[in-house]
């Protein structure tokens, strides 16, 4: 993921809401037909979010490196499925064992039909597709 000069705020860094950009330009580079067909046309089913939760690790600023955005699925329940995420370097800084985490987050999206707006439970293939990305919950201090 690129940092664009206008994702930078007044405090020189990625701003908070740049950070969803990004959550959702990854989201939906792995899963690119949540909601849409290979054509890009809507289809029955629409995925909505409808819970994030954020955890804001270090601060980001401008650069021309990229970042990387790690995405998993560590729920899916029958109509809803949780997504996890860090926002992270591409790789550690010299003389560091980690790489440097600036975010952790997930996310909550309920699937619904198109034409109702009730929840729609997953089809077999859709729960396959987020199956392949399984993982653990990210841990996100509390307040």
């Known amino acids: 993921?690129?940092?664009?000069?206008?994702?930078v705020d007044l405090f020189a860094h990625v701003n908070n809401a740049a950070y969803l950009r990004f959550l959702d330009d990854a989201r939906f580079a792995l899963?690119?037909?949540m909601g849409v067909d290979p054509a890009g046309r809507p289809t029955d089913s629409l995925l909505v979010v409808v819970k994030h939760e954020i955890e804001y690790v270090a601060p980001l600023a401008f650069r021309p490196e990229p970042v990387a955005v790690d995405v998993w699925v560590p729920r899916i329940g029958r109509s809803s499925v949780d997504f996890g995420?860090?926002?992270?370097d591409v790789a550690a800084?010299?003389?560091?064992a980690e790489?440097?985490?600036?975010?952790r987050a997930r996310?909550?999206?309920?699937?619904l039909d198109r034409g109702t707006h009730a929840p729609?439970?997953?089809t077999t293939d859709e729960r396959a597709v987020f199956e392949q990305y399984?993982?653990?919950?990210?841990?996100?201090?509390g307040w």
Request: no cysteine.
């Open 134 to 141: 399984a993982g653990e919950a990210p841990v996100l201090h």
């Open 120 to 122: 729609r439970e997953f």
């Open 85 to 88: 995420y860090e926002v992270l």
């Open 1 to 7: 993921m690129q940092v664009r000069w206008s994702d």
């Open 93 to 96: 800084p010299t003389g560091a």
């Open 31 to 33: 899963f690119p037909s």
């Open 107 to 111: 996310s909550r999206m309920v699937q």
């Open 99 to 103: 790489p440097v985490v600036y975010l």
